[in-house]
Each structure stands twice: as C-alpha cells, then as structure tokens.
C-alpha cells in the first residue's frame, strides 16, 4: 500500500467506523496532526495493515465513539478512486500527500465525495479530477 492509499484508508475506514463524513474526518486528523503521525508510522511500520493504523489512530484522537450502524457505506469505493486524484492533484498544485488530501477533503467536490447519497463515491479518478479543478 502507498502512502496516498494509506492516508485513504484511514481516513474512509474511519468515517465508516466513526459514522462521521470523511471530509470532517480529514479536517479532524489535519487539526489534530494524525496525517504526519500516519506517514511517520508508514516509516515504521510499512509492514503493517490499514487495521493497525485505524488502531494507531484511535488511541490517539479523542471523544469518539464506535457507531452501530453506519451512513458511510461506501469508504472501499472512495478508498479504491481517491490515492490516484491526490495524487495528481499533488503533481499538478506541487504540494505535500498531507496538502493534497486537505485541499480534496476541504473543497466541494470533497464535501460531496464524503457523502454515500450524492453518487460522487462511483465517480471515476477522472472525474473527480475535473469536478475538483472546475470547483477548486
């Protein structure tokens, strides 16, 4: 797994398991620092799955609570389309992994993409692509 997948995972994975839009999820961990902490861990431990990373994160964020059910469906979706848009992203505005998935996360087309009713999360990389720079 790269480090855009990576960052992904925790990031969908987390609002499924959290009950929490993905987009609130990636501002939580910018504020709170946890995308560093994710790419100093991948130093550490790249052997290791998305499942000890989830874990690494939950000892660290604060006030949060397993959902029983879940609104946020479709994080294997978005996690399968979104590593090749922040990457193209990061290539086209120069920025860092953590600048690229703050810019996606915090623009419109983010906010939709977060959101398993808008059919954003069946979009191609291509089109989010386009969607986000026509958005931006």
């Known amino acids: 797994m790269n480090q855009f997948e990576l960052l992904v995972c925790c990031v969908e994975n987390y609002s ?3 009950n ?3 987009n609130q999820v990636a501002h939580s961990f910018s504020e709170k620092g946890i995308f560093q902490l994710i790419l100093e861990g991948y ?3 790249c052997d290791m799955d ?4 989830i874990g690494m994160i939950d000892g660290y964020m604060e006030n949060t609570i397993d ?3 879940s ?3 479709k994080h294997r979706q978005r996690q ?3 590593p090749k848009v922040l990457k193209e992203i990061a290539k086209q505005y120069h920025m860092t992994k953590i600048e690229a998935i703050e810019a996606f996360y915090q ?3 983010g906010e939709l993409f977060a959101q398993d009713n808008t059919g954003y999360a069946e979009k191609t990389a291509e089109e989010l692509l386009t969607y986000f720079l026509e958005r931006k």
Not at 50 to 53: A, G, H, P, Y
């Open 80 to 82: 399968a389309v979104l």
């Open 67 to 69: 959902a029983e059910t």
């Open 16 to 18: 499924h398991v959290k």
């Open 20 to 22: 929490v839009a993905s």
């Open 43 to 45: 130093e550490v431990y």
């Open 71 to 73: 609104e946020y469906n």
């Open 50 to 53: 998305e499942d000890f990373f």
């Open 107 to 109: 623009s419109k087309t």
